[in-house]
């Protein structure tokens, strides 16, 4: 991702951490349409299209990047802007059937990565990635803000990514440590609902990013920015680890594995940073297809996540880059359900 050079308007420390975090995660060139990203033998090529504009790049922060799709039981679609200088939408909501969205919530100090609805008390979610924390709004007009997390996780500060629910409501977390200085710290981080305790399930991880539950919930999904693979954490009915390998290997090329979305057939959608297109994988490692925007689409570099509509395969893709924030849609292998949102 090219990033235009602004005079800030944010606290330094915090814009340096996201431009750190743009610039490890983004190449400086989109990778040439219609091109693949890995071992595609008998795979396909999805064509996504333009749905609508959302963001223009901030004269304050000199980018714009969507994160996080994530249906509500409201029936709309929520999206996170990460580099959202305070007075813009940090949360906006979409009503896919009109074409339109609204600010849900903005601030003065959050850089959110991603979104999730818990499935406890149905509170938006959010990872703020420059201060360590999760932070839940209220559902549908996204008030009464509270802190869900924030502090040291064995004695070290977290840069928590992505975020993913258990069916009761425990917290699973990427956490990027590590990321702007290049080295493997990173870890994936449990945080269970009563207590509040976080527990590592994972460490050593090479910037951790997306993460999912599979469809039945057996285990996580988790990528891994900087190395781009994919690995699989089998996990018990107390949120243990039993067992954890490489599970897919994705040669992008310029671009790096972002987050992950399971849909209702246990197939996994990769989103690329640094390429605007989507790498598509059945639970067994097999690549089905490749998501790919119109060859005309100009100054789109990144596709971050994908929202596949609850019991639909109608899917929306959050694309980034000097042209602006986008949505585009496609049809998804499979419809969609709770791990179908982008964590």
């Given at each position: 991702m090219r990033l235009t050079q602004r005079r800030p308007a944010r606290p330094l420390s915090v814009l340096a951490t996201i431009g750190a975090l743009f610039l490890t995660g983004c190449g400086t060139q989109s990778g040439a349409p219609g091109g693949e990203t890995g071992s595609s033998s008998g795979s396909r090529t999805i064509r996504a299209q333009q749905f609508m504009q959302l963001t223009e790049v901030h004269d304050e922060t000199g980018m714009t990047l969507l994160e996080g799709p994530v249906f509500g039981e409201d029936g709309g679609l929520y999206v996170v802007d990460v580099t959202a200088p305070e007075g813009r939408p940090k949360v906006m909501r979409v009503d896919v059937r009109r074409?339109?969205?609204?600010?849900?919530?903005?601030?003065?100090?959050?850089?959110?990565?991603?979104?999730?609805?818990?499935?406890?008390?149905?509170?938006?979610?959010?990872?703020?990635?420059?201060?360590?924390?999760?932070?839940?709004?209220?559902?549908?007009?996204?008030?009464?803000?509270?802190?869900?997390?924030?502090?040291?996780?064995?004695?070290?500060?977290?840069?928590?990514?992505?975020?993913?629910?258990?069916?009761?409501?425990?917290?699973?977390?990427?956490?990027?440590?590590?990321?702007?200085?290049?080295?493997?710290?990173?870890?994936?981080?449990?945080?269970?609902r009563k207590s509040g305790e976080a527990t590592v399930l994972a460490d050593d991880l090479a910037a951790p990013n997306g993460i999912s539950f599979d469809a039945d919930y057996r285990g996580l999904w988790f990528s891994e920015l900087t190395e781009n693979r994919i690995s699989y954490l089998r996990l018990d009915e107390a949120g243990a680890?039993?067992?954890?390998?490489?599970?897919?290997?994705?040669?992008?090329?310029?671009?790096?594995?972002?987050?992950?979305?399971?849909?209702?057939?246990?197939?996994?959608?990769?989103?690329?940073?640094?390429?605007?297109?989507?790498?598509?994988?059945?639970?067994?490692?097999?690549?089905?297809?490749?998501?790919?925007?119109?060859?005309?689409?100009?100054?789109?570099?990144?596709?971050?996540?994908?929202?596949?509509?609850?019991g639909g395969t109608r899917a929306y893709l959050t694309v980034s880059g000097p042209a602006g924030g986008y949505l585009y849609t496609f049809d998804a292998l499979a419809e969609g359900t709770r791990q179908s949102n982008g964590g």
């Open positions: 074409k339109t969205s609204r600010a849900v919530h903005t601030d003065g100090r959050g850089a959110y990565t991603s979104a999730q609805f818990s499935p406890y008390d149905g509170r938006l979610h959010l990872s703020d990635f420059a201060h360590g924390e999760i932070v839940s709004l209220a559902p549908g007009g996204g008030g009464d803000p509270r802190t869900v997390f924030s502090g040291d996780v064995d004695g070290e500060p977290m840069n928590p990514d992505d975020i993913a629910f258990d069916p009761r409501g425990n917290l699973y977390v990427s956490d990027s440590r590590g990321l702007s200085e290049g080295t493997a710290r990173g870890r994936v981080v449990r945080i269970d680890v039993t067992s954890r390998h490489t599970a897919i290997r994705v040669d992008g090329g310029i671009a790096q594995t972002d987050s992950i979305a399971v849909d209702a057939d246990g197939n996994l959608y990769q989103g690329l940073h640094g390429r605007a297109g989507m790498a598509v994988f059945s639970p067994h490692g097999e690549r089905l297809a490749t998501v790919e925007l119109p060859a005309r689409a100009e100054g789109l570099e990144s596709a971050t996540n994908v929202a596949i509509t609850p």
